[in-house]
DNA sequence: TGGAACAGCTTC
DNA sequence: ATGGGGAAGCTGTTCCA
């Protein structure tokens, strides 16, 4: 945003050198200005922009005309690059830094608009009379364009339209011209009409307004595809006249950059991890304090943003300029961060940059530091931990917990440190910071909001807490938010506009408050109101409180469906996504949640806010990875199954989130998955009885890892370890090598190859990167555990990479899994008949991580259906036992799995034993709700099938 | 009873 | 146009083994 005349005076001087617009300038300021307005030239360079980077004014008062009279088109006229030049050689260059566009065209908007009508007047009262073709037209011009944005200028105010020299975000322009379009600006401009100039020029030509649809932009091209490298061919264009939405590749990439929600979090948690450390380096020194009274101390800097981004700006008077600190160019984007200044005007942190200009002209809005505030941040707990405190416990970047218990004084000692703190501070940083001290920290915590800005507050007086505590609304208790603020309100019959003070509460008793907000929450509140707080703040004492415990996306905007293969895409570059941060942190995970926004039922299919979520309802389901994980087909494969588990219409959805957790450290690739699986396997053995029962059965059975049975980690461990054999795996083609190989990192599968089928010597590893590892020879007891997958290409194709089993008797891995002492039959038999013989209700749950797995064939599960089917007709109670809505999901995963893997005559089939069964006689169909819930599933699995065929 | 799964709230 | 476009953590509730 900085990028100011100094910088760039050249593309000034061309961009005014080339224009006609001192013809319109020239005359318009000798007659109009040099003469009338001398104090109001400065509009003229307001035309002299390009895209908003490059605004050269904000002039003060000039007296000399700098043009003369002359109304020559075409011509340089020297004395405007002199204009430009002195500009941006004096003083009004020192705003231009401060990168307040904002502000300045804000102002400029107004009048430049009350400049153009005087234009018009004079124009038109010297010429004919231009026919007002764009009369109900607000013109946004955006770019190079030819005629030039001056030149449209004056062709759309004759015209009688409104030029508008800024776009707010929620502008009420109804054009945008331009000539060419990146592909950032396709977001940035969704909302409006994007038009070529010719537009304006032909319409003129026309003398009547054109169809703009013919000249709308977004149909041809995007326009400097050659600058920018990343939009290859993935980019085509949009569809006519559409916005870009969640079904376009690049969203997630053009949302996560105007997010300044998602730079803001992401920034912070990483600092955050940063000094966590540090942190827990500097607790290791403290000792357990004994003393019967803490002393807390909670330091935060006054505004730490708005005063770090202001650093920078020397010449801004900090203490009385209001300034605020933004994300640059919208009018719509929140305001962060503002100083006190600022606040005297009302504006406060959170608000648009729209609003807080209505309430305060003057304010200067600020581009984010980033990197300053990193710094900044740096030397701040730098300070705290060289002042050796007992511990410190850091809040965000700008604000930490400190204990100093062991000064043992809450007078002038204490009252020493802390101002020399807040001095070094300020002289190490330039900011000032505040500090509230009490003896704990809920109190240390309101004392900061009094001591704020620039102070210290002590309170150490226990037997005032109530005085002290009487006029301070809850919401400023830690962890009240407004929901229990509204809750409180409510229940005390109070307005809603009235605030709740800890002394409203006084009547609230202990149990009400628990019975409203449950035991932890509701007793927090009431021993808050007390000026009870028992929070430990020292980190040494519980250091997995500081460890990351998940990674989450949110896309709660832009996210409108048409069909199946749109979600699909998405969810896939959310994986995607997900994956890069795994990696970029150093983490694998093995949980795995996705969140959908459905649409409330009543709720309008568009929100007031363009693309946004509007009212919804919130439907969330997880799953188990089997092992800790980052790779993205997995990730991919199992979004998308949950969200056929949630099943939200693919027209109401309105928000995505994922997560993952139950992280574990990865840092490097070459720290490979398989390793440290490796070791997780070694170091946890397994209970005895979860190796008993059915569960054994399965195990022995093949290679399969159950994803969608809950709670079988261990098992999944134990399933992580199988035998191929290396030279049956090097002979086989690259290609296939490659894909089981995938195949195999997907699943988690750790593959031990062994070098003779006979002998139990010589173990390979196979390595992620493909490289081979010696490993130490197995142990007996888990060896006759394993199987063995020794055997033709054919069928280490078929047992690794799902594809069905016509011949399973025939096949070397009949005899193989004879160790078990069963054959593949009566392997299955024991499955199927002790999970349905003992909890019937879970059969398909059981085998549904087998569904596509190879080893159960496809009849299997037709008849596996059809028990089910009988079985929701017998009687219980004398009344069918019917469908369990449990069973039902499972089910759907399953189908949706099948799908997923394309088994559209599996599918098919399933389908077709439910009509079967429903229409045989078998059935003594005394339940016609029973049999209608059939007919539904039976049309679920064709609208299944269908959106899978879209 | 304890944990898994999901839902809700709060925070910077 | 008066808005809530992130991400993470903790707590609460319900269900099930």
Redesign the pocket.
């Known amino acids: 945003m900085n990028k100011n005349s100094n910088s760039q005076p050249k593309s000034y001087e061309q961009e005014i050198g080339d224009s006609t617009f001192e013809a319109f300038n020239g005359t318009f300021s000798s007659t109009q200005i040099s003469n009338d307005n001398p104090n109001e030239d400065a509009s003229f360079n307001d035309l002299a922009r390009n895209e908003g980077r490059d605004c050269v004014d904000i002039s003060p008062p000039r007296k000399t005309p700098f043009l003369n009279d002359t109304k020559s088109q075409g011509t340089l006229d020297t004395s405007l690059t002199e204009l430009v030049d002195q500009q941006t050689d004096h003083e009004e260059t020192k705003e231009l830094k401060f990168g307040d566009y904002e502000t300045y065209f804000y102002y400029k908007k107004l009048k430049q608009q009350e400049k153009d009508e005087q234009y018009v007047q004079w124009r038109t009262k010297k010429t004919n009379q231009f026919p007002p073709i764009f009369s109900n037209c607000v013109i946004y011009v955006n770019g190079r364009t030819d005629p030039d944005i001056t030149q449209l200028h004056r062709m759309i105010i004759l015209h009688g339209g409104v030029f508008l020299n800024y776009l ?5 322009a109804t054009h945008v011209i331009a000539s060419n379009i990146t592909p950032r600006k396709i ?1 940035e401009f969704r909302n409006f009409k994007v038009i070529k100039p010719e537009w304006i020029t032909d319409s003129i030509k026309e003398k009547k307004l054109l169809d703009w649809t013919k000249y709308t932009l977004l149909n041809s091209q995007y326009g400097q595809k050659g600058l920018e490298s990343h939009c290859d061919q993935k980019e085509k264009s949009l569809p006519p006249n559409r916005p870009i939405d969640a079904t376009h590749p690049e969203f997630l990439k ?3 950059e ?9 920034w ?2 990483d600092l955050r991890e940063k000094f966590q450390q540090e942190a827990l380096k500097v607790s290791k020194m403290s000792q357990t304090f004994t003393t019967q009274r803490k002393i807390i101390i909670h330091i935060d800097f006054d505004c ?1 943003f708005a005063a770090v981004s202001a650093l920078s700006h020397p010449n801004i008077d900090f203490a009385n300029e209001p300034i605020a600190v933004s994300h640059g160019g ?6 962060s961060s503002c100083n006190y200044a600022a606040r005297k005007f009302g504006v406060s ?4 940059v ?3 200009l ?1 309430l305060c002209p003057e304010l200067k809005i600020l581009d984010y530091d980033f990197k300053l505030y990193e710094e900044k941040s740096k030397i701040f707990y730098g300070e705290l931990t060289r002042m050796g405190p007992d511990c410190i416990f850091p ?5 930490a917990l400190i204990e100093l218990s062991s000064i043992d004084d809450e007078g002038s000692a204490l009252m020493n440190i802390c101002e020399k703190l807040r001095n070094n501070i300020y002289v190490l940083t330039g900011c000032t910071v505040s500090i509230g001290a009490s003896y704990n920290v809920l109190l240390a ?1 309101l004392c900061l909001r009094k001591a704020k800005p620039n102070g210290v507050f002590f309170f150490f007086q226990p037997n005032d807490v109530g005085n002290f505590l009487k006029n301070i609304p809850v ?13 409180l309100a409510n229940h005390l019959n109070k307005g809603s506009k009235e605030i709740v003070t800890i002394s409203d509460l006084n009547s609230v008793s202990r149990d009400t408050m ?1 019975k409203f ?8 509140l009431f021993d808050y109101c007390q000026g009870l707080d028992d929070t430990d703040i020292d980190i040494s004492k519980n250091p997995s ?14 996210i409108r469906f048409e069909n199946q293969t749109q979600v699909d895409d998405f969810l896939g570059r959310v994986a995607d996504h997900i994956y890069q ?1 795994l990696l970029r ?1 150093g983490f694998l995970g093995s ?1 795995l ?1 996705l ?1 959908l926004a459905r649409r409330t039922k009543g709720a309008p299919i568009d ?3 363009y ?4 009212l919804c ?8 990875l089997g092992a800790p994980t980052r790779e993205v087909g997995l990730i991919a494969t199992e979004l998308k199954s ?1 969200y056929r ?2 099943g939200v219409a693919i027209t109401d959805l309105r ?1 995505v ?1 994922v ?1 993952i ?1 139950e992280l574990q450290k990865c840092d490097s690739e070459a720290n490979s998955v398989m390793d440290q699986r490796q070791l997780q396997f070694e170091a946890k053995k397994p209970k005895e009885k979860e190796m008993q029962g059915i569960e054994q059965n399965l195990f022995e059975s093949g290679p399969f890892i159950p994803h969608h049975s ?2 079988k ?1 261990t098992m999944q461990k134990l399933l992580q370890k199988h035998l191929v054999d290396l030279d049956t795996f090097k002979a086989l083609p690259n290609e296939l090598q490659q894909e089981i190989k995938f195949e195999l990192e997907r699943r988690n599968v750790e593959v031990l190859f062994e070098k003779s089928p006979r002998k139990n010597r010589n173990r390979n590893c196979l390595l992620r990167d493909g490289s081979v590892k010696k490993i130490s020879k197995v142990q007996p007891k888990t060896q006759n555990k394993r199987l063995d997958l020794i055997g033709d290409q054919k069928l280490l194709n078929k047992v690794i990479l799902n594809t069905p089993v016509e011949n399973l008797e025939n096949s070397p891995i009949h005899q193989k899994t004879g160790l078990t002492g069963l054959t593949i039959g009566e392997q299955k038999t024991i499955v199927l008949n002790s999970y349905w013989a003992s ?1 019937k ?2 059969t398909f749950n059981k085998l549904y991580g087998l569904g596509i797995q190879t080893f159960y064939e496809f009849e299997d599960w037709k008849n596996l259906l059809r028990d089910w089917i009988r079985f929701s007709f017998e009687s219980e109670n004398e009344k069918p036992i019917g469908i ?3 069973d039902l999901d499972v089910f759907y995963g399953f189908i949706h799995k099948l799908i997923l893997n394309e088994k559209i005559y599996e599918v098919l089939s399933l389908a077709d034993i439910i009509t079967c069964s429903l229409s045989s006689s078998e059935l003594t169909s005394n339940d016609i709700d029973n049999e209608n819930d059939w007919r539904k599933i039976r049309g679920e699995l064709s609208n299944m099938l269908k959106a899978s065929l879209v």
């Not at 707010?168 to 009420?172: E, L």
């Not at 942190?349 to 648009?352: D, E, I, L, T, V």
């Not at 809040?395 to 604000?399: F, K, R, T």
């Open positions: 707010g975000a929620k502008s009420n977001l053009f949302f996560f105007n997010s300044r929600l998602h730079h803001l979090s992401t912070k948690a730490f919208k009018g719509s984007s929140d305001v942190n959170g608000m648009w729209n609003r807080a209505e809040v965000s970047v700008d604000e915590k919401k400023q208790l830690p962890g009240i938010g407004h929901k229990i603020e509204d809750r628990v907000f449950g035991i932890k929450t509701g007793t927090k409180r500081f460890i990351r415990k998940s990674i989450s996306i949110d896309v709660n905007w832009g941060r942190l949980r949640m969140k929100p007031p806010k693309l946004g979520m509007g309802d919130f439907l969330s389901k997880s799953t188990n949950l588990m949630i928000g989130s997560t957790s809950p709670a980690k909890a209700m879970k369990h809505e449990n």
